[in-house]
Structures are given as structure tokens and as C-alpha cells.
């Protein structure tokens, strides 16, 4: 080892040793709030967060009727990237796999309770929710119709989630119009025929309202109707506290994280579940200092991309002083590459 790599870890040990840490039951985490775990069919569990001390999967299930699909109220989830809410709508699709009867099989190699996903774009057309065009096996020169997972999630009664839908072409979203007024039909022009969603059809929006690529965006005026329940998704700190991150770490990114929700210092943009729970594991792999320089090489790239505002990468970099990372900074004026006095991920 060398003398800079012995002093650096004697450094990391002293700041283990000294009064650089609190005292972890004395972080404002509610850990009691937390609901049970759902342990999905792939081994990941998740604890959904509660509103209004009712845990938010089973909220959602009392909102649709697994006979009788026109009498659903679909459910919007809406809030930053990395709070849960892709996570939250397969808790959500599999509680109400079970509550069928339904047992988990294998498509594909993996395991399947009725819950697929759509993700479209800016260049969406009315095409996107009717057909897919793949190549004939036996002719690579030529294509062929069939029908789009939000076809077969209809004619079999899966739920299905179209993610971040506000980056969808109003032309696509408005082509479905009748699948959500209480029709539930959908005609495809190219076969002539109408689809009929069948008992156990839902669907479920995720997306981030609000500034996608820098531009606004938002969902057409009709869907507000069509979707009137509407969930704000915050990070579950402690969820993830409860998961095994580390205590004091998940308490000061919650605390930033609610500084962004009153709208304090203009911040829109603040680490969330999935960023600390990448630190986290990272940390467990690797250590302190190589998992901050990682985290933080990833803030730099964001922040030169304009995808995260120089203030909220500082109040990032002010987040990790404060979970007892600060004695891993060096002299923002050095020559080390670093953000805000942390090193960045450079190799030499």
C-alpha cells in the first residue's frame, strides 16, 4: 500500500472513530410508518408507502374492478425519476394477480403476473398502442403485423403501465381516447376489427410532470378526466432505510428532498430512492471513497449536461458533508478532478 493510499485510510479511520457520526437512533426516520414488504416474483421487495395510513397498493386495487374494467378509476402516478413509481405499479399489478387467483408463470425465462409496460416518444404515432412490425421469419425482407402489448393486455386482462406518457405524442395518447371513456374498445383499421378490454384490463401513467429535456410537457386535457386519481410519488426514505442503507445517509437526503418539495433554494432536482440506494450498494462493494467518487463523477456528468443545476449538485455535494462523508473532500482547488470538493471517478 502506498503512503498516500496509508494516509488516506487513516484519515477514513479516524473520522469512523472520532464525533463525525450521530447516532443512528436518533435520525428523524419513521420506521414504524413503514408498511409490510411485498416480496415480488423476481426476489425484489418492496414497501409500498402509505397515504393516509392505508398502504398505497391496496388503495389502488379498491380503485379498480377486476370484473367489470368500465367501472375502474385508473390511476395516475406522477413525480421525479427514482422515487418508485415503476416499482410501485408491479406491487400494484401483482396484488391484483393474486387477488385473481392467478398463479406467477415464466414468459420468456422470467417470471409473469400480468404486468406489462409501454414507453413511447416524441415521434409516437397512432400506430404505437395498435401494432407492432416485426420481420416474417421465414422472408427477412418483409414485415408483418401483430398485435402491441397494449393490444394483448386487453384481450388477456393484464395491467399495463405506459411510462413517462407526458413524452408521448398527443396524436398516439388521443388515438385510445375510447379505451378510456367507459367504451373500453379500441379498432385496429388494419384488421378491421374491435378489441374489447377483458375482466382484470387496467391501466396505470408513471411519468415526471413538468419539464422533460427542458421542454413542458404535460398530458392532454382529456386525460386529466379520464385519469382522475391522481398519486404524487415521493422516495420512501424509510423504506429504504428499513432495506439495510445506511441510517444517517437516507435521513439528510430526506431532508434535502423536502427542502425541493416546499420549493426552497429552487431546487427541482434532489438525489432520489434509486440514487442513495445505488450509493448504498455501491458502498457496500467497494467502500466510502471509490462509491463517492462514482456518485459524484455521475452528478458531474449530469450537472455539464445541464440535466442537474450547478445549485442542486452543490446541495448534493452539501448533503454528503452532512451524512459524514466530508473528511473523503479534497482542496476544490487542487488538482484533483472534483465536484465541490469531492473527487471525481478520473483515472490517472
Not at 479511520?13 to 447516532?23: F, K, N, R
Not at 374494467?69 to 406522477?78: A, D, G, I, K, V
Not at 416546499?262 to 432520489?272: H, K, R, V, Y
Request: hydrophobic share 45%; glycine share 8%; proline share 6%.
Amino acid at each position: 500500500m502506498s503512503a498516500i493510499n496509508s494516509a488516506l485510510t487513516a484519515i477514513d479511520e479516524i473520522a469512523t472513530e472520532g464525533d463525525l457520526t450521530l447516532d443512528q437512533a436518533d435520525l428523524p426516520l419513521e420506521l414504524d410508518a413503514v408498511s409490510d414488504p411485498v416480496t415480488l416474483p423476481d426476489g425484489r421487495r418492496i414497501y409500498p408507502p402509505r397515504l393516509h395510513g392505508e398502504p398505497i397498493d391496496e388503495l389502488a386495487c379498491k380503485l379498480l374492478d377486476l370484473d367489470r374494467p368500465s367501472e375502474s378509476t385508473f390511476l395516475r402516478l406522477t413525480g421525479p425519476p427514482g422515487t418508485g413509481k415503476s416499482m410501485l405499479a408491479r406491487a400494484i399489478a401483482f396484488r391484483l394477480w393474486q387477488q385473481r387467483g392467478r398463479g406467477v408463470e415464466v414468459r420468456n425465462g422470467v417470471p409473469f403476473y400480468g404486468f406489462v409496460e409501454i414507453s413511447g416518444g416524441p415521434s409516437s404515432d397512432e400506430y404505437l398502442f395498435r401494432h407492432e412490425f416485426v420481420p416474417t421469419a421465414d422472408d427477412a425482407g418483409s414485415i408483418r403485423l401483430v398485435d402491441s402489448v397494449f393490444v394483448q393486455a386487453m384481450r388477456e386482462g393484464w395491467v399495463v403501465m405506459i411510462d413517462e406518457v407526458n413524452t408521448i405524442r398527443d396524436v398516439a395518447l388521443l388515438s385510445i381516447n375510447a379505451v378510456f371513456d367507459g367504451r373500453l374498445s379500441l379498432y385496429l383499421p388494419a384488421t378491421g376489427e374491435t378489441v374489447v378490454a377483458q375482466p382484470g384490463f387496467a391501466c396505470l401513467l408513471a411519468y415526471n410532470p413538468g419539464l422533460i429535456g427542458g421542454v413542458a410537457t404535460d398530458i392532454p386535457d382529456a386525460w386529466h378526466s379520464r385519469f382522475p386519481a391522481t398519486l404524487e410519488v415521493t422516495s420512501n426514505w424509510a423504506a429504504l432505510a428499513s432495506l439495510g442503507a445506511p441510517r444517517r445517509l437516507v435521513a439528510e437526503a430526506m431532508g434535502l428532498d423536502r427542502q425541493r418539495l416546499a420549493g426552497e433554494d429552487g431546487l427541482t432536482w434532489t438525489p432520489q430512492f434509486r440514487d442513495i440506494e445505488a450509493l448504498w450498494r455501491m458502498i457496500t462493494r467497494v467502500g466510502d471513497r471509490a462509491a463517492i467518487a462514482l456518485f459524484v463523477s455521475n452528478l458531474a456528468e449530469q450537472t455539464q449536461s445541464g440535466k442537474v443545476q450547478e445549485a442542486e449538485a452543490a446541495a448534493a455535494c452539501r448533503m454528503l458533508d452532512q451524512a459524514g462523508y466530508g473528511h473523503l473532500k479534497v482542496a476544490a482547488t487542487g488538482r484533483m478532478p472534483n465536484l465541490h470538493g469531492y473527487p471525481r471517478a478520473v483515472t490517472a
